[in-house]
């Protein structure tokens, strides 16, 4: 390669990377963020399924995807509906879940650090089971059910406790949720003191807003 090539090579490197933050931000901009008292409320379960709901889900997606993250909430998005999508691996197609219910969880849980669309600039550490079963409905309305491990049982627990009003602040320790939540009023960032190793799952990592 020339070196006119590499030059060249190297600034559409840097307009793709701009273009996909410009899209990353516009998306998250539609995210609900800490303080707005939507994130502590109950979902309502999703009563009908059609060209409205449907048309939810493709906006969720396309958030989830534009602004990188794994997983997205309705309650996230100021929706208060039993409705996620995720897609825990670029190598997935994403899903869509409605009506989620826990059927069962293992006793065998993993520690690994999550960082939340609607939590900007924090991370901390979360210990949670590793295998799990869920049931619901698919964006037509028919029985599902998913049985997940690892990073993809993780997401779904992580968005399933959105949809309960809970947030990683409620699941973490004591220390690292005043961490987060000072960094959070005074607009600082955190993450988990020191070092430490991923469970076998790998770590969830929503995209930070500062990213």
Not at 185 to 206: I, K, M, N, T, V
Request: glycine letters at 10%.
């Amino acid at each position: 390669m020339s070196d006119e090539q590499a030059i060249g090579a190297e600034e559409g490197e840097r307009q793709l990377e701009a273009e996909l933050l410009e899209r990353r931000e516009a998306a998250l901009a539609n995210v609900i963020k800490f303080g707005d008292p939507v994130l502590k409320s109950v979902a309502s379960p999703v009563a009908g399924f059609g060209p409205e709901l449907r048309a939810e889900i493709e906006r969720m997606i396309a958030i989830m995807r534009d602004g990188m993250g794994v997983g997205l909430a309705a309650t996230q998005l100021g929706m208060l509906r039993r409705l996620l999508v995720f897609q825990a691996s670029s190598d997935s197609e994403p899903a869509v879940l409605v009506n989620p219910v826990i059927e069962w969880l293992s006793e065998e849980g993993s520690l690994a650090e999550e960082g939340c669309l609607s939590l900007p600039r924090v991370s901390m550490d979360v210990e949670r089971p590793l295998h799990i079963r869920v049931s619901g409905r698919d964006g037509e309305g028919e029985p599902v059910e998913i049985a997940a491990s690892g990073l993809e049982a993780r997401v779904l627990q992580h968005e399933i406790d959105h949809l309960d009003g809970v947030l990683i602040l409620d699941r973490t320790s004591r220390d690292q949720r005043k961490g987060a939540l000072r960094a959070l009023r005074e607009g600082g960032s955190y993450s988990p003191p020191g070092d430490h190793e991923a469970g076998d799952e790998g770590e969830l990592r929503e995209p930070r807003t500062d990213a």
